[in-house]
């Protein structure tokens, strides 16, 4: 229910954003006119963004979990070969029962950062991985915490989430642009004849722009559900331990070598000051740890 409010919301905020858009457009450049004598049909295309801002979401999420597997070149632990692989499954297994959701597939990727990462097309088929650099600067105790974290983004339906709020955002970045093409096209341009290619210049100019612009929202999501996984980490594993954990990724400031497909799903984000904030996709680690020390435990979300 949470998923589909915040889905509702989110498509709310951006149609409320593009009908100041539109007025806007419309009482400078008379677009109702301009609509008209181009013979512009805005249902269909809208339609037409929708499929494709959405298809092109869900085909990603479709292939997140082959994709972090390919570009990681990580390996599952299907036979645990070691007690630490054994250690891994059975923690992972335990919390995915707690936490209510399909046994995820385990794997370790070789990388030297502190990271972890979940993804996956639903609750029940998804995939969480750490890195070689993890297993060695973390004792099992954070670990765990690291783990409990991971589990928590697929128990409160991240990915899903994320793809519906991405799929929106595509919609009305190819929307608009296409709207401001042929008003650019038609005035700028004195076109007549229907597009030309100022309108397809323009369209792709702005289809940039408007993209960057909208990944502010898409990134905003992002830094709220990593407070709301802490919290599901603090009660699959425990608050102490979640704080630990957080604390040792904060003494390993620096990029993440994770490949741009999964980046938004590890545990370690970057620093950033000023307007770059708007586009990480994790908030700062000593706002996580601090939100976790003042969150009372009765207030942590319930998972599954």
Not at 123 to 134: D, E, F, K, P
Request: charged fraction near 15%.
């Amino acid at each position: 229910m949470k998923r589909v409010a915040l889905f509702l919301a989110t498509n709310l905020a951006i149609l409320l954003v593009f009908s100041v858009v539109w007025m806007i457009l419309s009482q400078f450049f008379n677009l109702s006119t301009f609509t008209a004598d181009y013979n512009i049909n805005l249902g269909g295309m809208l339609v037409f963004c929708a499929i494709f801002g959405f298809s092109g979401a869900f085909i990603s999420l479709a292939l997140s979990k082959w994709m972090a597997k390919r570009s990681t070149g990580m390996v599952l632990i299907t036979q645990p070969r070691n007690e630490l692989e054994q250690w891994l499954y059975s923690t992972v297994k335990r919390q995915a029962e707690k936490a209510g959701i399909g046994m995820p597939e385990v794997g370790i990727y070789d990388a030297p950062e502190i990271n972890a990462f979940a993804t996956g097309a639903s609750r029940n088929s998804s995939l969480v991985a750490v890195s070689t650099g993890l297993l060695r600067a973390m004792p099992r105790d954070e670990v765990e915490a690291v783990l409990a974290h991971e589990v928590s983004h697929v128990a409160n339906g991240d990915m899903v989430t994320l793809t519906l709020i991405q799929g929106v955002v595509n919609t009305f970045v190819m929307f608009l642009a296409r709207i401001v093409g042929h008003a650019i096209d038609r005035i700028v341009f004195k076109n007549e004849d229907g597009p030309g290619i100022g309108y397809f210049a323009t369209v792709i100019v702005l289809e940039i722009i408007f993209g960057i612009l909208a990944s502010t929202i898409v990134m905003g999501f992002s830094r709220w559900r990593e407070f709301r996984a802490d919290a599901g980490g603090a009660q699959l594993a425990s608050r102490e331990k979640m704080i630990a954990a957080l604390q040792r990724l904060a003494q390993t400031y620096g990029q993440s070598t994770l490949p741009s497909e999964v980046r938004a799903f590890g545990i370690s984000g970057g620093v950033a000051s000023g307007l770059k904030k708007l586009f990480m996709s994790h908030p700062p680690l000593a706002e996580r740890i601090q939100a976790l020390r003042e969150l009372p435990m009765q207030r942590v979300p319930t998972i599954g």
